[in-house]
């Protein structure tokens, strides 16, 4: 069965980085792109951009430009969210959400969530 | 790429149905059936309810149904029951190659 799993809850200081990673399994990850959403607490769904999974091609959000990189290790299976220079407002729950279909932006499967807390 | 428009609350008896409607522009909702929505229980990830505008993925209840009209789509959910209780949102691809979600609605069973 098809499954996404995501790293644990991260407790940084403002300024540092954090990389969130999403291991994917039961299905060939090439073939299905791979999308990252973002909820602050209390707040709706931002969909921050995607990353091709055959090219490693990011495509980002507006809003989510600079700080934010995408990436991939197709040998295991698992994508990347790395965000630099973190600040209090990149608070949030960070999910990886498949593609239904590539790039429809419709997302079948999500990962349970990291939570990334930024305080000091 | 403002967020879609949605209701921040609804609410009916279990067995009722509800409908949550959906608004946004031409250069989304107006101009694409790709208009999808998402519930999402508290603390855990959303689950695709409604992908296309009215296609629902396999396992999911045939009590969910999704139209359009205009820039305007809709979710209703009949025969409401108490694990309904959960917010909902809806996205829909963009004129500019991305996605956008909207508000959120918050669905409560009296």
């Known amino acids: 069965q098809v499954q996404l799993v995501q790293s644990g809850s991260e407790l940084k200081k403002p300024g540092a980085s954090v990389k969130v990673s999403c291991k994917a399994s039961g299905y060939t990850f090439t073939s299905y792109a791979m999308n990252w959403v973002r909820q602050a607490p209390g707040q709706g769904l931002e969909w921050m951009g995607w990353?091709?999974?055959?090219?490693?091609?990011?495509t980002y959000a507006q809003g989510f430009t600079g700080r934010f990189v995408f990436s991939l290790d197709t040998s295991v299976s698992t994508a990347y969210l790395q965000i630099s220079s973190l600040k209090a407002e990149d608070t949030a729950v960070y999910y990886c959400a498949r593609d239904h279909d590539y790039g429809d932006l419709t997302f079948d499967y999500w990962g349970q969530g990291t939570l990334v807390t930024v305080s000091s | 790429q403002s967020a879609l428009t949605q209701p921040a609350s609804v609410s009916g008896s279990p067995g009722q149905s509800i409908t949550i409607s959906c608004t946004g522009t031409?250069?989304?909702?107006?101009?694409?059936?790709?208009v999808s929505w998402y519930q999402q229980h508290p603390g855990k990830a959303p689950k695709l309810m409604i992908y296309?505008?009215?296609n629902r993925p396999s396992g999911v209840s045939n009590r969910f149904s999704g139209s359009k009209s205009g820039n305007t789509a809709s979710l209703t959910i009949s025969g409401l029951q108490a694990e309904d209780e959960a917010d909902y949102y809806c996205s829909s691809y963009t004129s500019s190659s991305t996605l956008v979600f909207g508000t959120g609605t918050k669905v409560t069973v009296l």
């Open positions: 031409s250069s989304d909702v107006g101009g694409y059936n790709y």
């Open positions: 990353i091709n999974t055959n090219t490693g091609n990011p």
């Open positions: 296309d505008v009215s």
